[in-house]
């Protein structure tokens, strides 16, 4: 297979060109097990320096449905098993860049690698999902500020699925990837809608994270998705036993005050 950990400067533009070909025609392939119907709506991505593209997260196919068609780099968590023999071969050959979750320093590297990436003039474009967890394509989480402080262009696409068919949400916390897809290739369909979206820039006294909301709003009326004011990352996380039991004790207290004011209505009533 003619795919290879190169770096751009080291690769002639014919095997450049013969990857992404390639990555494309094995997205394809994926989308087709499932009996993809996709429909794409707006231009379509090209490669620019100083553009990031930003998407809402459904499941880690978003990723595929999009590559089909314009292969892009995007930033993801590592994942063991074959999932991950992918990831170190045909996703790293057009220039994917991964993180461990679990390691506060690839923050770090991470971090650094996006500036490089998105200045260079002929990397492919870069992919990144803000909310940075999948979520039911009912609601939009919050998007981490991390894409919209870089100083460039940043572009939404919205993806919404149509459940007529098949759910194509995946809780990775209940179900193996590995039968995410199984679940997806013996359904009738798996059918979407992309939109490329107007492309949006930092305004004047803006903050990032303001800047990331407002896009997350664009993505969230095109789509159809409901704004929740939630991190994420929560899913991954389990409140402290202090603070559940600060709130059973304030919930109990106030079922107290509920009861005994209905006493004192009862005995005033007798």
Same mark, same amino acid.
């Given at each position: 297979?003619?795919?290879?950990?190169?770096?751009?400067?080291?690769?002639?533009?014919?095997? #450049?060109?013969?990857? /992404?070909?390639?990555?494309?025609?094995?997205?394809?392939?994926?989308?087709?097990?499932?009996?993809?119907?996709?429909?794409?709506?707006?231009?379509?991505?090209? &490669?620019?320096?100083?553009?990031?593209?930003?998407?809402?997260?459904?499941?880690?196919?978003?990723? &595929?449905?999009?590559?089909?068609?314009?292969?892009?780099?995007?930033?993801?968590?590592?994942?063991?098993?074959?999932?991950?023999?992918?990831?170190? !071969?045909?996703?790293?050959?057009?220039?994917?860049?991964? #993180? *461990? /979750? *679990?390691?506060?320093?690839?923050?770090?590297?991470?971090?650094?690698?996006?500036?490089?990436? $998105?200045?260079?003039?002929?990397?492919? +474009?870069?992919?990144?999902?803000?909310?940075? !967890?999948?979520?039911?394509?009912?609601?939009?989480?919050?998007?981490?500020?991390?894409?919209?402080?870089?100083?460039?262009?940043?572009?939404?696409?919205?993806?919404?699925? *149509?459940? &007529? #068919? $098949?759910?194509?949400?995946?809780?990775?916390?209940?179900?193996?990837?590995?039968?995410?897809?199984?679940?997806?290739? !013996?359904?009738?369909?798996?059918?979407?809608?992309?939109?490329?979206?107007?492309?949006?820039?930092?305004? +004047?006294?803006?903050? +990032?994270?303001?800047?990331?909301?407002?896009?997350?709003?664009? $993505?969230?009326?095109?789509?159809?998705?409901?704004?929740?004011?939630?991190?994420?990352?929560?899913?991954?996380?389990?409140?402290? +036993?202090?603070? !559940?039991?600060?709130?059973?004790?304030?919930?109990?207290?106030?079922?107290? /005050?509920?009861?005994?004011?209905?006493?004192?209505?009862?005995?005033?009533?007798?």
């Amino acid at each position: 297979m003619l795919l290879f950990s190169l770096s751009d400067k080291h690769m002639p533009c014919w095997l #450049f060109s013969l990857q /992404r070909c390639l990555v494309e025609l094995i997205c394809g392939f994926f989308v087709a097990s499932w009996t993809g119907v996709i429909s794409y709506h707006g231009p379509q991505p090209s &490669i620019r320096p100083k553009h990031v593209f930003v998407a809402n997260h459904t499941s880690m196919i978003d990723f &595929i449905i999009l590559e089909q068609m314009t292969v892009f780099a995007v930033i993801m968590q590592k994942h063991p098993g074959w999932v991950g023999l992918l990831q170190r !071969t045909v996703m790293e050959s057009v220039g994917c860049i991964w #993180f *461990n /979750r *679990n390691e506060a320093k690839d923050r770090e590297i991470v971090a650094r690698k996006i500036k490089n990436h $998105i200045q260079g003039a002929d990397n492919n +474009p870069l992919l990144i999902f803000p909310e940075g !967890t999948c979520v039911n394509n009912h609601y939009t989480v919050m998007f981490k500020k991390g894409a919209f402080e870089l100083g460039c262009t940043v572009c939404p696409i919205a993806i919404k699925y *149509n459940k &007529i #068919f $098949i759910d194509a949400f995946w809780n990775s916390k209940k179900q193996s990837f590995t039968m995410h897809l199984v679940q997806l290739m !013996t359904s009738w369909a798996v059918v979407c809608d992309v939109w490329y979206l107007e492309p949006q820039n930092l305004k +004047p006294g803006e903050t +990032p994270i303001e800047f990331a909301e407002r896009v997350r709003d664009i $993505i969230s009326v095109r789509a159809g998705l409901n704004k929740v004011p939630w991190d994420g990352y929560l899913k991954y996380s389990h409140p402290s +036993p202090k603070h !559940t039991e600060r709130k059973q004790q304030i919930f109990a207290e106030s079922v107290m /005050r509920c009861l005994e004011e209905e006493s004192d209505k009862f005995i005033l009533l007798k």
